[in-house]
């Protein structure tokens, strides 16, 4: 049953939590007048207050709305949260005296004096008891990592609060040196000692300790988290509160470095009500569902209340993974979950898969991404990227989908590396093939690098400051576009919603990063210092060790400088050269030519003769999308 409430829309839970209130008022008023029965026979006295059950209620409803009780989030509700519910408490007290007064009804003045007091308190007891079920069925959910909070204090508690509506953390005990705290309970949740805490991490009850001491000085910190990660479990350290006022949020603060912090912009808006609607109801498969793009756009996805989604890739772990991780958010939202293992180059495979889930919409956020890896293995790079990408889009086709939206980078535009090359000339098939579609959607999306993705710059650096340096470079100068993994997921969301067929969309990013400037930023993050000439006893050293394969200095979005606005204003769509039916069909039938003879020089032959502005890089880092 608290599934089905939980899994309501917001609008039906408000109307519900309204007539609870409501039926409060009469119940309120018949519990006073119980404790008056010795006043007056009870039949007389219930008759007699017949007008205050029947017009109190409804004189009361519109005070409630007004007052916005029906609004307060059940797993939000708190202590500030009371003033409301006082304030409505008053408000059928004076409502109950004045009609009482109003029609002279014979029965007591203390109806009016105990009417508010009950109804304050039910109401009360109900949302306490609704938001303790709330956490229970929360904490109960599997999947969550079980966490001690380090610190009673405020800061704790505030955190507490935080990851009680968390769906990756499950807070299970507070930790505290102050022996006058241990044993004791605070918001609900057992305080034990640093050997307390040891026993549990070897009981395997704790696999992470968040220290929730900001004010603690930087080398205390260091300290405490090295002899932390000495029991076995992974430790992180809420920021200072300088840093939590920058920041959005307790929970989210938690990470060694949040990537939004190294955007150097402020984070794009990309909520629109354009794609609520094109997404609710519908069925949509995700191809590569287990990647770092494929994986939020599943989280996305799941927000806007599809009917269902069908998650797609290769990889059993990765399929594994993410559907475990989305199983209980799908279930909140009553969306249906599906998974499919499978190849995007397996024409057969993904025609059933299309087939049997119904799908509407595509999101192909399947591919070969790293450029070093995909220069050497220029054959399977091409087979996945474009005949993968064509395998897909031909099967959506030949389905009657509605939307095909392919995930594309700036490599692709005048490519230095064969990964960028392949995702240029699955952008030209995709478009080919729209000029022969009647009634799908083709479009893609054009962006930079994602901060945080599978192989990107951060997580690299995060290794390499852990270590304690050196960081490497490939080039003191080079620069690249960033987005967040989120941004780029409401992007696809976006020009999904957008799509009329044959586009590409580029979001607006702003100025490039230097990527120099943000190991340094990262640094300075975890509270070390940059050793260089400035500073030869710093921390970490930044050292260059020269380009890599198919690496250039600068990205870029636009092939060219013809760009249309869209309903929202930082995405553009782009207007570039396309290529003829009979052209694409000349590059495919070559391109399927060298692959089936392993030859991958006259593949490199054919991409330098078809892909326009295709040049071998003389000088990139790489955080690929």
């Not at 405020?154 to 009680?164: D, F, H, I, N």
């Not at 039938?589 to 991409?607: C, G, M, S, V």
Request: glycine fraction near 8%.
């Amino acid at each position: 049953m608290l599934d089905f409430l939980v899994t309501l829309p917001r609008p039906i839970k408000r109307h519900i939590l309204l007539l609870i209130d409501v039926f409060l008022v009469p119940l309120s008023l018949m519990i006073a007048l119980v404790f008056l029965f010795d006043t007056a026979p009870a039949g007389e006295l219930i008759w007699a207050a017949l007008p205050l059950f029947l017009i109190t209620p409804i004189l009361a409803t519109p005070v409630f709305m007004r007052i916005g009780l029906n609004r307060i989030k059940l797993m939000a509700f708190e202590a500030h949260d009371m003033r409301r519910g006082a304030f409505a408490a008053l408000s059928v007290a004076i409502l109950t005296a004045g009609i009482r007064y109003l029609f002279g009804l014979d029965i007591p003045h203390a109806v009016a004096l105990l009417t508010g007091p009950i109804f304050l308190l039910l109401h009360f007891g109900l949302r306490t008891l609704g938001r303790n079920l709330l956490v229970r069925r929360l904490n109960d959910g599997s999947g969550r990592i079980p966490v001690a909070i380090y610190g009673a204090g405020s800061a704790g508690v505030q955190l507490l609060a935080a990851l009680r509506q968390d769906l990756q953390m499950r807070p299970i005990t507070f930790v505290d040196d102050n022996v006058t705290f241990q044993s004791m309970t605070v918001s609900g949740m057992q305080v034990c000692s640093r050997s307390g805490l040891e026993a549990l991490v070897k009981k395997g009850r704790i696999k992470r300790v968040l220290l929730a001491m900001p004010s603690v000085s930087e080398p205390k910190m260091r300290r405490m988290t090295q002899e932390l990660s000495e029991l076995g479990c992974e430790v992180h350290a809420l920021p200072t509160y300088s840093e939590l006022v920058e920041g959005t949020g307790l929970a989210s603060n938690l990470r060694p470095v949040t990537p939004d912090r190294l955007l150097g912009r402020d984070k794009v808006d990309l909520e629109t009500a354009e794609v609520a609607r094109t997404y609710a109801g519908r069925r949509v498969l995700i191809t590569g569902a287990g990647g770092s793009i494929g994986s939020e756009l599943c989280r996305q996805i799941i927000l806007r209340a599809p009917h269902r989604v069908t998650l797609l890739d290769h990889s059993e772990y990765a399929l594994y993974t993410i559907s475990r991780e989305l199983a209980p958010l799908a279930l909140m939202h009553g969306v249906e979950l599906v998974t499919r293992l499978g190849s995007v180059c397996d024409r057969h495979r993904m025609s059933n898969v299309i087939a049997e889930s119904e799908i509407d919409i595509v999101l192909f956020a399947a591919a070969y991404k790293h450029v070093p890896l995909v220069e050497e293995n220029e054959i399977e790079g091409l087979r996945n990227n474009l005949f993968g990408t064509l395998t897909t889009a031909e099967a959506a086709q030949q389905a009657g989908v509605e939307r095909f939206i392919l995930i594309s980078t700036d490599k692709a535009v005048r490519p230095t590396n064969i990964m960028g090359a392949s995702k240029r000339l699955a952008e030209l098939a995709i478009q080919d093939l729209q000029t022969r579609s009647e009634v799908t959607k083709f479009a893609m999306v054009r962006f930079g690098n994602v901060l945080g993705s599978s192989g990107s710059v951060i997580p690299l650096f995060q290794d390499q400051i852990a270590a304690g340096g050196p960081i490497t470079l490939t080039h003191d100068k080079i620069t690249r576009y960033f987005m967040t993994i989120s941004e780029a997921a409401r992007l696809v969301l976006l020009a999904g919603a957008y799509a009329t067929g044959g586009d590409v969309f580029v979001l607006d990013m702003g100025a490039p990063v230097n990527i120099r400037d943000l190991a340094r930023r990262m640094v300075e993050l975890t509270g070390l210092t940059v050793r260089d000439e400035d500073n030869p006893h710093g921390d970490i050293d930044i050292q260059t060790v020269g380009l890599r394969p198919g690496e250039k200095l600068y990205e870029e979005l636009l092939i060219g400088n013809n760009m249309l606005s869209t309903p929202h204003e930082k995405i553009m769509r782009a207007e570039e050269g396309r290529l003829s039916q009979i052209e694409m069909a000349r590059i495919l039938k070559q391109i399927r030519t060298a692959i089936a003879a392993n030859d991958p020089a006259a593949l490199r032959a054919i991409i330098k003769a078809n892909v326009d502005g295709f040049h071998v890089a003389e000088t990139g880092l790489d955080d690929v999308v």
